[in-house]
């Protein structure tokens, strides 16, 4: 199986191939075998298809690519120009029959034409207002770098959009950042969301107003700040984090024990080891979770054990903690989960699986018609992500 995580991918944009074919050096090489004249109609072809897709006329260049593929059914020169013909015409999944198509039973794919359709399909999705994964999609072509995309965010967040801005804020946008910063201070506002998108915004200008509520009177968000104090390396954070030890509250306590965990202090680790033996599943996931940084010798024999829980959520959890060291029991336990009455469970299994599973574009490629409409911007942006 062609493994997607040990291939160093040269990317090469439509134009590079387009002059390659037209001076007869193309960027996929021609078959040695084919005769000279062979190969000198299929370049013809394959020029006179690009210059008819430039200049709008689909239907000649359709054919041409057609063409080109019957010919020569294993050049990747020509199935970039089909696939570019479907991509000219709006549609979710563009070129994706024509790609798999040319594919058949080959085993190597070709990474360059599959990001083309991935890209496409995020920008496609990022395109339609009411799509349930618009943001998902945006965001993934911003992390691209994509500045289209991160425009259209951004003005989503200046306008008040909350979505937008944590979106765009998680990529550590320092706008963003600020815009998710003057939320903090509504009173009356929902904090949390707000809070997780600091913490994923890696931005040290998160700090001062994070640190400010470690005393907020509210318990979740004493907690919220807690751990996104942690996430972002907040090592000035800990005498601030400490006392929190000590709070009349459990969950602030663990979330101070996990926080300072990751911030390589040990002040909470008896707390951790007491919470990782545990008669409660759900608490031993949580501390499993906080000790997933740096795992002690007993860790994995926790997590394998919460894998096959009565609980389909910790199952859930302990499949993506586990994923890094066995992938193999973790994609076991998605498949098990896939089959879920519970559709929260089923969908959020497939995320999992693509974003920390899935080993191959094979397996991203049927993600990719997914019915979950998360599960299929995910597929596309992990492709994306893995050809950079």
Known sequence: MFDIRRTNVGLRPVVALILAVQVSAPVYAQPRSAPPSTASSFAGALSQGWTALAAGDLAKAAKLAESAMAEQPRNAAAVA???????????????????????????????????????????????????????????????????????????????????????????????????????????????????????????KLAIPPLLRLLGDIREDTRAAAADALGRLGATQAIPQIKPLLKDPVFPVRMSAAAALYRLEDLSGIELLDELMASPHSAIRLGAAEAMAVRP?????????????????????????????????????????????????????????????????????????????????????????????
Do not use: C
Not at 166 to 174: F, H, N, T, V, Y
Not at 178 to 201: D, F, M, R, T, Y
């Open 81 to 203: 120009l089909g696939v570019e013909v479907d991509l000219a015409r709006p549609g979710s999944l563009a070129g994706l029959s024509t790609y798999e198509r040319w594919l058949a039973g080959r085993k190597i794919e070709d990474p360059y034409v599959l990001r083309r359709i991935a890209s496409e399909h995020l920008r496609w999705v990022g395109q339609q207002s009411t799509h349930p994964a618009r943001l998902e999609a945006a965001k993934a072509l911003a992390a691209d770098g994509d500045p289209q995309a991160a425009a259209t965010l951004l003005k989503g967040a200046v306008a008040g959009g909350q979505m937008e801005a944590r979106a765009l804020a998680s990529l550590g946008d320092p706008q963003s950042v600020e815009i998710i910063i003057g939320q903090l201070q509504v009173p009356e506002g929902a904090k949390l969301g707000a809070i997780n998108a600091l913490a994923e915004s890696g931005s």
């Open 296 to 388: 002690t010798a007993s860790w994995q024999t926790v997590v394998r054990a919460l894998t096959s829980d009565p609980d389909a959520s910790v199952q859930l959890g302990a499949a993506r903690l586990i994923a890094p060291y066995d992938p193999q029991l973790a994609a076991s336990v998605l498949e098990r989960l896939s089959g879920s009455d519970n559709p929260a469970i089923r969908e959020e299994a497939a995320r999992v699986f693509v974003q920390q599973v899935a080993g191959d574009f094979a397996e991203l490629r049927r993600y990719l018609r997914s019915p979950d409409a998360l599960a299929a911007v995910r597929a596309a942006a992990r492709i994306v992500e893995l050809t950079r």
